[in-house]
């Protein structure tokens, strides 16, 4: 697949050094069909071209791969300045109005917060979006069931289509990656769903993670899930699972589960030096930092575990399937839960952004 490059909006037809850039550019793209590697070397081009030029595209619209990053967010990475990607099917999809709203524009001030530059990831009207305004956060909490919860399978048919998506895990990762964002900060991740010895459900935020670079801080993976098989899929693709101060992997609504993770790391500067690490040595794939959520909204485990087989076995009757199933078991924990479970999502959210902006200042320090 030839790749259409990068592009600057208005820029001056007849400056030769673009006219120069173009040309290897679309050398550069046509390699793109034989190796994945000239992928990265199209970006790292791009980065040396302009930066030796000096050319100021601060104040453009920039494209990459018809993905649109948005000013604040382009310049942070211009600069090696920590960036921290965010999902939007938690704003659609994950919570109600207008708490979904709330919560997206809250995660984006304790990232600020913390010196580092939030970049909430959608696809606005078919085009991948880097970096929402406050306006599309908003139109996507208040319409958020119009627009399609989206997994990486589904980016080329909703861009294709000019739709509008809400990204998952997967898709999040997948776009950030592009742009060129090592950090994302999210709830839980998918996992191996309960039963998919049966029904081989298993969620696509598994398989992105094996094939792309990007460190994805969460509370664990929801406790909707398979934890014991969700572990074991991990394992096989490679992917570390680190606990930030714990060796117990988190399980979401709770702090501790009956599972362990690879490794515990207790700073962000031990977390930011294994991904430098790692990607410095050309391992690829990305890696799971498991956040417990603070002790204060932990929920009580036999209490959260009742409304789990409650919400599972009401989805059963009515024969729920595919990616309906995440949305549909939140809502209806949160209601026997009387809303408990929601406060807790928020919090653990929170916890997990500011985790992801300490790690995206180490690693930038490192870089």
């Known amino acids: ?41 199209q970006y790292q081009f791009m980065v040396a071209f302009f930066s030796y030029f000096k050319y100021n595209y601060n104040d453009r619209e920039v494209i990459f791969m018809n993905i649109k990053i948005n000013q604040e967010v382009q310049l942070a990475l211009k600069e090696n300045r920590p960036v921290v990607a965010l999902e939007s099917t938690i704003i659609s999809h994950g919570m109600p109005y207008p708490e979904n709203v709330e919560t997206a524009l809250n995660c984006e001030k304790i990232i600020r917060s913390f010196g580092a530059v939030p970049a909430t990831i959608a696809i606005i009207n078919g085009v991948p979006t880097v970096g929402l305004t406050a306006e599309e956060i908003d139109f996507l909490g208040k319409n958020g069931k119009e627009a399609f919860k989206t997994s ?56 992105e993670l094996a094939e792309t670079n990007i460190a994805v801080v969460c509370a664990g993976a929801k406790s909707i899930l398979d934890l014991g098989l969700t572990l074991e899929y991990l394992e096989t693709k490679r992917i570390e699972v680190i606990g930030y101060q714990t060796d117990a992997l988190p399980a979401f609504y709770t702090r501790t589960s009956p599972f362990k993770v690879n490794h515990r790391l207790d700073t962000p500067l031990e977390i930011a030096s294994l991904l430098k690490t790692k990607w410095d040595l050309r391992l690829h794939g990305g890696v799971l930092i498991t956040n417990p959520i603070p002790e204060q909204f ?20 009515l024969g ?38 300490q790690i995206a200042i180490e690693y930038c320090k490192q870089c």
């Not at 932990?298 to 009757?317: D, F, T």
């Open 1 to 41: 697949m030839v790749f259409k490059g990068y592009f600057l909006k208005k820029l001056p037809k007849k400056s030769y050094f673009l006219m120069l850039y173009k040309k290897i550019d679309y050398l550069i793209c046509y390699l793109n069909n034989y190796s994945k590697f000239f992928l990265f070397l």
């Open 152 to 207: 990486t399978r589904d980016i080329p048919y909703i861009v294709s289509k000019k739709y509008t998506g809400a990204t998952t895990v997967s898709a999040t990762s997948s776009i950030a990656a592009m742009a060129g964002i090592k950090v994302f900060a999210t709830g839980g991740i998918g996992g191996v769903h309960r039963g998919a010895t049966e029904t081989f459900d298993i969620s696509a935020d598994l398989e």
């Open 298 to 317: 932990s929920m009580n485990e036999e209490i959260i575990n009742k409304a789990i087989n409650e919400a599972l076995e009401e989805m059963n009757k």
């Open 320 to 357: 729920i399937t595919g990616n309906k199933k995440t949305p549909y078991l939140l809502a209806k924990i949160k209601d026997i839960t009387s809303g408990n479970s929601l406060a807790s999502n928020i919090e653990l959210v929170y916890n997990n952004c500011r985790l992801a902006s």
